[in-house]
Structures are given as C-alpha cells and as structure tokens.
C-alpha cells in the first residue's frame, strides 16, 4: 500500500523560501514518478512539479519555473520541492502524488496525470 506523508510547510513572506519534503513508503517497484500539486482556496488542483525516479527527470508548472525545484533523495525515500521567490499567489495546500505504472512513466509528469495515491497535503501560506 503506497502512502505519502507531505511535510515542510509554514508561513513565509514573499521572496521568502521554504522546502517541503514528502517522504514514501510501501513501494512494490523501483520505477515511480512522484508529482507535487497545490490547491488554493476557490481553485482547482494543479499540477506544480514531477520527477521520475527512472532518470531522475523533472517537470514544472510555467508558473513556478526558475522558481522552484524538485529533487530526490532515494535512499531516504523522499521528494523534496524547494520553493523560492515565493508569492502571495503560491498560497495554497501542497500534495505529493504518486504513480509506479512503468507503461505510462514516459507521459505521467508530462500531463500531470495519472496520479491515484495522494498524501494528506502541508498549507503554505505566502503573506506579509
């Protein structure tokens, strides 16, 4: 059974940075792609971020692009998503994702879609 637990979220003033970790257990396979999203309040969920554990490849969302960066840590089995130059609009709940279909590994960051296991989400809130 895949769980996810999300972590590192807080409050931080704009231009300010924070490093959310989501940490993976009961994996059954070596291959997974691990999507970071957020959803704000009055809006729909969207995809921010991707990495693939095959490569190591990563995905972002034009709105966090330069800003954000995500990156892995197999041996602790978890995913980090360091957000800098944060904005007001970033303000939202954040929740890693995950797929381990190795057929669609090659689309799933790409589209931001299929992800079937979800962690319980960390608030980042971006005021002054």
């Known amino acids: 059974q895949l769980q996810l637990v999300e972590s590192g979220g807080g409050l931080v003033q704009p231009g300010g940075s924070l490093r959310l970790s989501c940490a993976a257990s009961?994996?059954?396979?070596?291959?997974?792609?691990i999507g970071w999203f957020r959803q704000a309040p009055g809006k729909e969920r969207e995809g921010v971020s991707c990495?693939?554990?095959?490569?190591?490849?990563?995905y972002y969302a034009d709105s966090v692009k330069g800003r954000f960066t995500i990156s892995r840590d197999k041996a602790k089995n978890t995913v980090y998503l360091q957000m800098n130059s944060l904005k007001p609009e970033d303000t939202a709940v954040y929740y890693c994702?995950?797929?381990?279909?190795?057929?669609?590994?090659?689309?799933?960051?790409?589209?931001?879609?299929?992800?079937?296991?979800w962690g319980q989400g960390t608030q980042v809130t971006v005021s002054s």
């Open positions: 994702a995950v797929q381990s279909l190795p057929s669609i590994m090659a689309t799933v960051c790409k589209s931001f879609h299929p992800f079937k296991s």
């Open positions: 990495i693939r554990s095959s490569d190591g490849s990563t």
């Open positions: 009961g994996f059954t396979s070596d291959y997974y792609a």
